[in-house]
């Protein structure tokens, strides 16, 4: 505790001083006048001081709400010690800023007790001050923190600017992080994925999950997978992430190329609206399904509804926060209430429906997230795939032999080592197609000798793979040469497949698929897939050329 | 591992449902499928919404199905397949035999 002492009279600080060591305070200095005093201060920042009112050069009225000044935030006592006794005097020294007085002669009791109450206030006040700097300090790097956080947020559910104009969508948070999440994506397959869903709660802790959902749904919909194996992902995801008391109730849709069917998987969603141009609602699509991060994925089901819409037809959705919206009295709007604003306006956009929110609310706290989606059916324009296919040309070759023959099927592992390593995803059903048609006919025809007229009658078609089976099992010799060339200028895949078999004679193939036949289907669909089928050695060897 | 299948209330529809991969692996699956001498189901649909793959031994299967059930079922349809399979499906012109939808 410093201690101030100010007073022209030498005598008078020394009885001052004498008497704080007296009580302990050892830490005093003094000073003549007011000026003195302000200038020792500025260096010695004292906790209190005791202030004659009469003194030269500068007098205890003036230097007083300077020293305060100087104290800035923190609490300085200043204590009057004045010989003067009249009222108005001593009244001034508390609207001048003392804070108290005690008149000469002083009582050391009285002050030493002054003292003491004063010293409390200024401790409370600096501990007041401390911990408005933590605060703030907090505050600050919260902020900073959500900064962070709302731009990843912001990256991560970035919607694709070819989608912009062809689904309409307005979300609004109830606090600063949106517990509701709302994506598109393209497919390699020319249509279109979205996803829009609403984690338990709000706020930070819920957003948090969109950013592992947000992630797998882009990687997913690049590949072109269906939303129910998307789904399967996201669950097993979110159940290994969330916390128990959390979940995703979400619906993925899939539009695809034609612009108007519609795949839907809802979870624990409201329904998702379709409304035709007449303004008739043809379709709900009704939450089938547990929300998303609660079921073990043996129990999950991942069963889709499937509609073709008409073009112009509009696919509406949205989350629980509207239809859980309040007005003044509390009534909730409902699906119902959503649906009857619907049937007034069919034309009316998500703004329109917003502004209808609003209205409603009639300026009510809102308690959750809202998010609005609509999608009117169009035809779609080819989307610019932006491919990040390899630019490297290269070879593979595979050259198996009858132990790796028998081994599992090479066909799948060689998919997906050209479509994932690649990024050429999208082409994977059509390629295992060829690849495999391929591969099979070296073994069945080449390799095995297997006839497939066989497979014409419903017997002869178990027995041919029985059949199959048994002289794979069996096999001591022959080889299948795989190669596959990619050529990034020409955007195609060069698919050579050889075999040990003794041949055949291509002219005697069938051309077109136009049989009922279980089988001879293999050849006409490769012509339909490829660009070229060309036999060679006999019959033996085989090269299309795969149009990427 | 046998496929997923499920019956109509009425016992009327067997519904079967393919796993990601469909080619001549699945053959005996397949069968046992739709062999069911349970219920005397009119109706089959094959689902093939999670299939990524098929190869044209699928197709065989597929049309195999419908010449040793022709005369006990009327209808078979084909649904929620993928844009890729359902190409595949198109230049197979499977539509002539299965209602794909």
């Not at chain 1, 009885?15 to 704080?20: F, G």
């Not at chain 1, 009244?91 to 009791?109: M, N, Q, S, W, Y």
């Not at chain 1, 991060?293 to 073709?308: A, H, K, S, V």
């Not at chain 2, 009327?12 to 080619?23: G, S, W």
Request: hydrophobic share 40%; glycine share 6%; with cysteine.
């Amino acid at each position: 505790m410093r201690i101030l002492v100010v007073d022209d009279d030498a005598l008078n600080r020394f009885l001052l001083v004498h008497m704080l060591e007296q009580q302990g305070y050892v830490d005093c200095y003094e000073a003549e006048n007011g000026f003195e005093a302000l200038t020792l201060a500025k260096r010695i920042k004292p906790d209190l001081v005791l202030l004659d009112i009469v003194m030269p050069v500068m007098d205890g009225y003036e230097v007083a709400p300077l020293l305060k000044a100087l104290a800035g935030d923190v609490y300085l006592p200043i204590i009057f010690i004045s010989a003067i006794e009249d009222e108005e005097a001593l009244a001034r020294c508390l609207e001048v800023g003392g804070d108290d007085f005690v008149t000469k002669p002083f009582d050391k009791i009285i002050l030493a007790a002054k003292i003491r109450a004063h010293a409390r206030t200024r401790s409370l006040s600096k501990k007041t001050i401390e911990q408005n700097q933590q605060l703030s300090f907090y505050r600050n790097s919260v902020e900073r923190e959500h900064k962070i956080v709302e731009h990843i947020f912001a990256n991560a559910l970035k919607v694709q600017p070819e989608l912009r104009d062809i689904i309409d969508f307005v979300m609004q948070p109830a606090g600063s992080f949106n517990g509701d999440m709302f994506l598109c994506h393209t497919s390699p397959s020319g249509g279109f994925y979205f996803l829009f869903g609403d984690f338990t709660g709000h706020g930070l802790a819920a957003a948090i999950g969109a950013l592992p959902v947000a992630k797998a749904f882009q990687t997913m919909s690049n590949k072109g997978l269906s939303i129910s194996e998307m789904t399967e992902t996201l669950n097993a995801t979110l159940l290994e992430l969330l916390p128990d008391e959390m979940f995703f109730a979400a619906i993925l849709v899939e539009i695809n190329s034609s612009g108007k069917q519609i795949d839907v998987w809802n979870g624990g969603m409201p329904d998702m609206i379709l409304q035709n141009e007449g303004g008739h609602i043809v379709k709900k699509f009704s939450s089938k399904h547990m929300a998303l991060g609660i079921l073990e994925p043996n129990e999950f089901e991942c069963e889709i509804d499937r509609f073709d819409a008409q073009y112009g037809d509009r696919l509406i959705g949205f989350s629980d926060g509207v239809v859980e919206v309040c007005d003044l009295a509390g009534k909730m709007l409902t699906d119902a209430g959503i649906e009857s604003w619907l049937l007034a306006d069919p034309q009316s956009d998500v703004h329109t429906l917003l502004n209808k929110i609003d209205v409603y609310e009639g300026g009510s706290e809102r308690k959750d997230d809202i998010t609005l989606v609509i999608y009117t059916c169009q035809e779609l324009k080819p989307f610019s795939h932006v491919q990040l296919a390899s630019q490297l040309p290269f070879k593979i070759e595979l050259c198996l032999d009858h132990h790796l023959i028998k081994a599992q099927d090479p066909i799948a592992e060689l998919i997906r080592l050209l479509t994932s390593q690649l990024g050429l995803y999208g082409i994977h059903s059509a390629l295992f197609t060829v690849i495999s048609e391929l591969y099979n006919n070296a073994i069945d025809h080449g390799v095995l000798d297997l006839d497939s007229k066989l497979k014409a009658t419903n017997e002869g078609f178990f027995q041919y793979f029985a059949t199959r089976q048994e002289k794979l099992d069996n096999l001591a010799s022959g080889t299948v040469n795989i190669l596959v060339q990619y050529l990034p200028q020409d955007n195609v895949l060069v698919i050579q497949i050889s075999d040990s078999g003794k041949g055949f004679d291509p002219a005697s193939l069938k051309k077109t698929c136009e049989h009922d036949d279980s089988f001879g289907r293999g050849l006409p669909m490769l012509s339909e897939l490829c660009q070229s089928i060309e036999h060679s050695n006999g019959g033996s060897t085989v090269k299309v050329v795969f149009k990427i | 591992m046998s496929l997923e299948k499920e019956f109509s209330t009425d016992g009327k529809q067997l519904t079967i449902f393919i796993e990601e991969k469909f080619d001549f692996s699945k053959v005996q699956d397949f069968r046992i499928a739709y062999n069911d001498q349970t219920k005397k189901f009119t109706s089959v649909v094959i689902n093939l919404q999670k299939t990524e793959y098929m190869d044209s031994s699928a197709l065989g299967m597929l049309l195999n199905m419908h010449r040793s059930l022709s005369d006990q079922v009327t209808s078979f349809k084909i649904v929620k397949c993928r844009p890729q399979v359902l190409k595949i499906l198109q230049i197979a012109r499977f539509d002539k035999k299965f209602e794909i939808l």
